[in-house]
């Protein structure tokens, strides 16, 4: 399986031997400057009332 041809002005070639830049607006320059916090993950119950995940036996 192959890669699709890219237009080289929209996706210019990468050369790995070059540094990775400390600010990353420069890689994805639509992106926020500041990040939404992430979403609250549930936590167990310790109720035992048997929702979420099993131990394993």
Do not use: C
Not at 25 to 46: N, S, Y
């Amino acid at each position: 399986m192959t890669g699709p041809d890219l237009d080289p002005e929209q996706y210019p070639p990468i050369d790995p031997r070059e540094p990775a830049p400390d600010d990353a607006g420069e890689l994805l320059p639509d992106t926020p400057d500041e990040l939404p916090q992430a979403p609250v993950e549930p936590m167990p119950d310790d109720g035992g009332d048997g929702g979420g995940v099993r131990e394993p036996a």
